[in-house]
Nanobody
Framework: QERLVESGGGLVQAGGSLRLSCAAS????????MGWFRQAPGKEREFVAA????????YYADSVKGRFTISRDNAKNTVYLQLGSLKPEDTAAYYC????????????????????WGQGTQVTVSS
């Protein structure tokens, strides 16, 4: 059974940092592009970052570029999202997701391209 489990969320002051982790199991996630999305109360889920299956290419939303870093360790079936220079507007539930396809040369930004989702981890940034 496919499963993604996020961890690492919490309460942090503006300007602080957090590292989110997403542990994957149940299918060869090391062969899939992986993405991070977030959803704030009353807002739609939005793309944050994505990484190709090999880790060669990464993609970011403009709002987090230069502050967040996505990475992966395929030996551990784990994807990470390093959050830095956090702002109150980064407050949201953060979700990891796995691409429907294997060995794609790119990582998608659209929610509809992802098949498996974690339960989310809450990040709250205080001002």
């Amino acid at each position: 059974q496919e499963r993604l489990v996020e961890s690492g969320g919490g309460l942090v002051q503006a300007g602080g940092s957090l590292r989110l982790s997403c542990a994957a199991s149940g299918r060869p996630f090391s062969s899939c592009a992986m993405g991070w999305f977030r959803q704030a109360p009353g807002k739609e889920r939005e793309f944050v970052a994505a990484i190709t299956w090999s880790g060669t290419n990464t993609y970011y939303a403009d709002s987090v570029k230069g502050r967040f870093t996505i990475s992966r360790d395929n030996a551990k079936n784990t994807v990470y999202l390093q959050l830095g220079s956090l702002k109150p507007e980064d407050t949201a539930a953060y979700y990891c997701a796995a691409d429907r396809n294997y060995y794609s040369p790119y990582a998608p930004r659209s929610i509809n391209d992802y098949r498996d989702w974690g339960q989310g981890t809450q990040v709250t940034v205080s001002s």
